[in-house]
Protein backbone atom coordinates (compact mmCIF):
# COMPACT_ATOMS: atom_id res chain seq x y z
CA UNK A 1 0.00 0.00 0.00
CA UNK A 2 1.17 3.37 -0.80
CA UNK A 3 2.21 5.72 2.26
CA UNK A 4 0.93 8.94 3.28
CA UNK A 5 3.29 11.39 5.57
CA UNK A 6 1.61 13.95 7.70
CA UNK A 7 2.80 16.76 10.14
CA UNK A 8 1.87 15.15 13.88
CA UNK A 9 0.44 18.04 15.40
CA UNK A 10 -0.92 21.53 14.00
CA UNK A 11 -2.13 23.94 15.83
CA UNK A 12 -5.13 26.61 15.66
CA UNK A 13 -7.22 29.45 16.58
CA UNK A 14 -11.49 28.78 16.72
CA UNK A 15 -13.16 30.17 13.70
CA UNK A 16 -9.56 30.17 11.73
CA UNK A 17 -9.17 28.49 8.39
CA UNK A 18 -7.03 25.42 8.83
CA UNK A 19 -5.06 23.58 6.13
CA UNK A 20 -3.62 20.30 6.73
CA UNK A 21 -1.60 18.79 4.19
CA UNK A 22 -0.31 15.00 3.31
CA UNK A 23 2.27 14.16 1.12
CA UNK A 24 1.79 10.55 -0.97
CA UNK A 25 5.05 10.55 -3.15
CA UNK A 26 3.68 7.34 -4.44
CA UNK A 27 0.35 7.39 -4.94
CA UNK A 28 -0.84 5.12 -7.82
CA UNK A 29 -3.49 6.08 -10.51
CA UNK A 30 -6.28 4.06 -8.92
CA UNK A 31 -6.09 5.49 -5.43
CA UNK A 32 -8.31 7.77 -4.17
CA UNK A 33 -7.26 10.01 -1.34
CA UNK A 34 -9.45 9.51 1.67
CA UNK A 35 -9.54 11.59 4.73
CA UNK A 36 -10.84 10.59 7.91
CA UNK A 37 -10.91 12.05 11.66
CA UNK A 38 -11.16 10.93 15.35
CA UNK A 39 -12.55 12.54 17.60
CA UNK A 40 -11.78 11.96 21.67
CA UNK A 41 -13.09 8.49 22.51
CA UNK A 42 -14.75 7.88 19.28
CA UNK A 43 -14.50 5.53 16.39
CA UNK A 44 -13.10 7.47 13.12
CA UNK A 45 -15.68 8.74 11.13
CA UNK A 46 -15.42 10.05 7.39
CA UNK A 47 -14.87 13.44 5.90
CA UNK A 48 -13.72 13.82 2.33
CA UNK A 49 -12.56 11.88 -0.49
CA UNK A 50 -11.03 12.44 -4.00
CA UNK A 51 -9.01 11.20 -7.06
CA UNK A 52 -7.87 13.76 -9.02
CA UNK A 53 -10.20 17.00 -8.91
CA UNK A 54 -10.65 18.83 -6.15
CA UNK A 55 -13.81 18.14 -3.72
CA UNK A 56 -15.96 20.13 -1.00
CA UNK A 57 -18.69 18.74 1.32
CA UNK A 58 -20.35 20.23 4.32
CA UNK A 59 -17.55 19.52 6.17
CA UNK A 60 -14.65 20.17 4.28
CA UNK A 61 -12.95 20.83 1.10
CA UNK A 62 -9.89 18.56 -0.32
CA UNK A 63 -7.09 20.05 -2.55
CA UNK A 64 -5.43 17.63 -4.45
CA UNK A 65 -2.14 18.75 -6.06
CA UNK A 66 -2.19 18.32 -9.92
CA UNK A 67 0.70 15.32 -10.02
CA UNK A 68 -1.34 14.40 -6.77
CA UNK A 69 1.77 13.52 -4.68
CA UNK A 70 0.17 15.90 -1.74
CA UNK A 71 -3.55 17.10 -0.99
CA UNK A 72 -4.84 19.65 1.70
CA UNK A 73 -7.57 18.65 3.80
CA UNK A 74 -9.20 22.68 4.10
CA UNK A 75 -11.26 22.90 7.42
CA UNK A 76 -12.94 26.48 6.58
CA UNK A 77 -13.53 27.59 10.14
CA UNK A 78 -12.61 25.74 12.57
CA UNK A 79 -14.58 25.02 15.55
CA UNK A 80 -13.73 23.33 18.80
CA UNK A 81 -15.33 20.36 18.45
CA UNK A 82 -13.00 20.06 14.70
CA UNK A 83 -10.63 19.35 17.41
CA UNK A 84 -9.53 15.66 16.17
CA UNK A 85 -6.84 13.38 14.95
CA UNK A 86 -6.99 13.81 10.95
CA UNK A 87 -5.91 10.75 8.92
CA UNK A 88 -5.00 10.85 5.09
CA UNK A 89 -5.56 7.20 3.45
CA UNK A 90 -4.83 5.99 0.51
CA UNK A 91 -7.37 3.40 -0.63
CA UNK A 92 -6.97 1.50 -3.88
CA UNK A 93 -10.17 1.28 -5.55
CA UNK A 94 -8.87 -2.47 -7.17
CA UNK A 95 -8.62 -4.15 -4.15
CA UNK A 96 -11.76 -3.24 -2.45
CA UNK A 97 -12.71 -0.44 -0.01
CA UNK A 98 -12.83 -2.54 3.47
CA UNK A 99 -9.13 -2.00 4.09
CA UNK A 100 -8.14 1.16 5.07
CA UNK A 101 -4.14 1.55 6.05
CA UNK A 102 -4.00 4.27 9.41
CA UNK A 103 -0.96 6.01 9.97
CA UNK A 104 -0.56 7.89 13.45
CA UNK A 105 -2.46 10.86 11.64
CA UNK A 106 -2.40 14.98 12.42
CA UNK A 107 -3.70 16.23 15.95
CA UNK A 108 -5.20 19.26 15.69
CA UNK A 109 -5.34 21.45 18.61
CA UNK A 110 -7.66 24.40 18.77
CA UNK A 111 -7.52 27.77 20.96
CA UNK A 112 -10.89 29.53 21.92
CA UNK B 1 -30.28 5.21 12.32
CA UNK B 2 -28.20 2.98 14.32
CA UNK B 3 -25.62 2.57 11.94
CA UNK B 4 -23.07 0.37 14.00
CA UNK B 5 -23.26 -0.81 17.06
CA UNK B 6 -20.39 -2.81 19.06
CA UNK B 7 -20.84 -4.41 22.74
CA UNK B 8 -19.79 -4.41 25.06
CA UNK B 9 -18.03 -0.86 25.20
CA UNK B 10 -15.64 -1.94 28.05
CA UNK B 11 -14.44 -5.29 29.48
CA UNK B 12 -11.14 -6.52 31.61
CA UNK B 13 -10.68 -10.24 31.02
CA UNK B 14 -8.25 -11.96 32.76
CA UNK B 15 -5.16 -13.37 30.77
CA UNK B 16 -5.95 -17.08 29.19
CA UNK B 17 -10.18 -16.08 28.94
CA UNK B 18 -11.91 -16.00 26.19
CA UNK B 19 -14.51 -13.53 24.74
CA UNK B 20 -16.82 -12.35 21.79
CA UNK B 21 -16.62 -8.82 20.74
CA UNK B 22 -19.82 -7.82 18.72
CA UNK B 23 -20.54 -5.79 15.94
CA UNK B 24 -23.61 -5.54 14.40
CA UNK B 25 -24.59 -3.00 11.38
CA UNK B 26 -28.00 -1.86 10.10
CA UNK B 27 -26.89 -0.34 6.67
CA UNK B 28 -26.86 -3.86 4.61
CA UNK B 29 -23.37 -3.47 3.77
CA UNK B 30 -21.37 -5.85 2.48
CA UNK B 31 -17.75 -5.00 4.00
CA UNK B 32 -17.04 -5.38 7.19
CA UNK B 33 -14.11 -4.91 9.21
CA UNK B 34 -12.15 -4.81 12.37
CA UNK B 35 -9.33 -2.73 13.74
CA UNK B 36 -7.86 -2.44 17.19
CA UNK B 37 -6.15 0.80 18.00
CA UNK B 38 -3.17 0.91 20.40
CA UNK B 39 -2.24 3.73 22.49
CA UNK B 40 -0.33 7.03 20.13
CA UNK B 41 -1.21 4.77 16.80
CA UNK B 42 -3.07 4.41 14.57
CA UNK B 43 -5.89 1.83 13.33
CA UNK B 44 -4.93 -1.61 12.47
CA UNK B 45 -6.50 -3.94 10.30
CA UNK B 46 -7.27 -7.48 12.14
CA UNK B 47 -10.03 -9.13 9.90
CA UNK B 48 -12.15 -8.01 7.34
CA UNK B 49 -15.02 -9.90 5.38
CA UNK B 50 -16.50 -8.83 2.36
CA UNK B 51 -19.79 -10.26 2.65
CA UNK B 52 -21.43 -13.69 3.93
CA UNK B 53 -19.38 -16.91 4.58
CA UNK B 54 -16.17 -15.05 3.13
CA UNK B 55 -13.48 -13.36 5.71
CA UNK B 56 -9.56 -12.85 5.30
CA UNK B 57 -7.11 -11.19 7.59
CA UNK B 58 -5.58 -8.43 7.66
CA UNK B 59 -2.57 -6.64 9.42
CA UNK B 60 -2.53 -8.04 12.78
CA UNK B 61 -4.72 -11.33 12.45
CA UNK B 62 -2.93 -13.56 15.39
CA UNK B 63 -5.31 -14.53 18.32
CA UNK B 64 -8.19 -13.61 17.04
CA UNK B 65 -11.05 -15.65 14.43
CA UNK B 66 -14.12 -13.91 13.14
CA UNK B 67 -16.76 -15.55 10.80
CA UNK B 68 -19.76 -13.85 8.73
CA UNK B 69 -23.09 -16.03 8.94
CA UNK B 70 -25.26 -13.02 8.26
CA UNK B 71 -24.58 -9.65 6.43
CA UNK B 72 -25.72 -7.83 9.90
CA UNK B 73 -23.06 -9.07 11.96
CA UNK B 74 -19.42 -9.66 12.03
CA UNK B 75 -18.42 -10.95 15.48
CA UNK B 76 -14.64 -10.66 16.82
CA UNK B 77 -13.40 -13.50 19.02
CA UNK B 78 -10.47 -13.88 21.16
CA UNK B 79 -9.77 -17.23 22.33
CA UNK B 80 -7.23 -17.23 24.61
CA UNK B 81 -6.61 -13.10 25.90
CA UNK B 82 -3.51 -12.20 26.30
CA UNK B 83 -2.38 -8.83 27.90
CA UNK B 84 -0.74 -7.52 24.53
CA UNK B 85 -4.47 -7.78 23.02
CA UNK B 86 -5.48 -4.35 25.27
CA UNK B 87 -6.11 -2.38 22.99
CA UNK B 88 -9.56 -0.46 21.51
CA UNK B 89 -11.26 -2.37 19.17
CA UNK B 90 -13.19 -0.87 16.48
CA UNK B 91 -15.80 -2.58 13.75
CA UNK B 92 -15.78 -0.70 10.44
CA UNK B 93 -18.77 -1.17 7.51
CA UNK B 94 -18.60 0.11 3.88
CA UNK B 95 -20.69 -0.78 0.89
CA UNK B 96 -19.37 -0.32 -2.86
CA UNK B 97 -22.05 -1.36 -4.48
CA UNK B 98 -24.76 1.88 -2.75
CA UNK B 99 -21.55 4.26 -4.64
CA UNK B 100 -20.58 5.50 -1.46
CA UNK B 101 -17.17 4.43 -0.17
CA UNK B 102 -16.91 5.90 2.88
CA UNK B 103 -16.60 3.83 6.02
CA UNK B 104 -18.72 3.61 8.79
CA UNK B 105 -16.72 2.75 12.55
CA UNK B 106 -18.67 1.49 15.84
CA UNK B 107 -18.11 3.79 19.19
CA UNK B 108 -15.40 1.14 19.94
CA UNK B 109 -14.44 -1.53 22.41
CA UNK B 110 -12.32 -0.85 25.14
CA UNK B 111 -10.68 -3.99 26.39
CA UNK B 112 -8.09 -4.66 28.83
CA UNK B 113 -6.31 -8.10 29.63
CA UNK B 114 -4.76 -8.50 33.20
Known amino acids: DAKTTQPNSMESNEEEPVHLPCNHSTISGTDYIHWYRQLPSQGPEYVIH???SNVNNRMASLAIAEDRKSSTLILHRATLRDAAVYYCILRDRSTGFQKLVFGTGTRLLVSP | NAGVTQTPKFQVLKTGQSMTLQCAQDMNHEYMSWYRQDPGMGLRLIHY???????DQGEVPNGYNVSRSTTEDFPLRLLSAAPSQTSVYFC?????????????FGQGTRLTVV
Open chain 2, 92 to 104: ASSSYSAGRTEAF
Open chain 1, 50 to 52: GLT
Open chain 2, 49 to 55: SVGAGIT
